[in-house]
């Protein structure tokens, strides 16, 4: 088995483990470990954590660190040397927003498995010819949604996708159905303001109803 295919697998596994990949934005790495008990206690264990803050990558160590239920992924990756960072942080894996050759060429030779964003057919075959059989579809909802995705179905059978983007609850549900969805990815399990004021009760509710999706 080649190191691709061996990611993939891994992916695979991860992609699986609920309905609901959480994209978390974390400005206080106090909030991470509550947090991300309160994700697992719904039951949703897969959780991306956005580098969108200073407080992201040791967010990530101390979620690794101290939930070892978490299966915790690193989320905007966009440059190659983010790859090696999040490995060497604990990160089971990495979610780009779209891709670029010097960030294709560092997945290459690092074992964290690589979700890249694609928003059309054409990207999506690139990635295909590279091993790529997971990816995130990005922005979901904008590009065209589970229409998208659904048409694609059928000429590109091998790829599995987890669109992102304007998904919440009540559309979910929608991509959820399809044959080459795994899951979806929302920002709607931790909002802002829950998180602000440390309402964990609340965002294990979110998970627990997320978790019912599928």
Not at 81 to 96: D, N, Y
Request: charged fraction near 20%; include cysteine.
């Amino acid at each position: 088995m080649t190191l691709q295919e061996t990611r993939q697998q891994k992916l695979a596994t991860i992609l699986k483990l609920a309905p609901v990949v959480p994209v978390v934005i974390i400005d206080d790495v106090n909030h991470a470990v509550p947090m991300a008990r309160a994700l697992v206690a719904g039951g949703i264990r897969t959780i991306e954590v956005t580098l969108r803050t200073p407080a992201a990558m040791d967010a990530v160590r101390a979620i690794v660190a101290e939930v070892k239920e978490a299966v915790v992924g690193v989320g905007t990756v966009l440059r190659g040397g983010q790859l090696e960072t999040a490995r060497l942080a604990g990160a089971h894996f990495a979610v780009s927003p779209g891709t670029s050759p010097r960030l294709l060429d560092a997945a290459d030779d690092n074992e964290l498995p690589l979700l890249p964003g694609v928003a059309t057919a054409s990207e999506a075959m690139a990635l295909l010819e590279r091993g790529y059989e997971h990816l995130k579809l990005f922005p979901a909802v904008p590009v065209g949604g589970a229409k998208l995705l659904a048409a694609w179905a059928s000429p590109l059978p091998q790829i599995h996708f987890c669109p992102t983007g304007g998904i919440n609850l009540s559309n979910a549900i929608d991509f959820l159905k399809l044959t080459n969805v795994v899951c979806v990815g929302g920002s709607w399990l931790t909002p802002a303001d829950k998180m602000a004021r440390g309402d964990w009760a609340g965002i294990e509710q979110l998970a627990r109803e997320a978790a019912a999706l599928k």
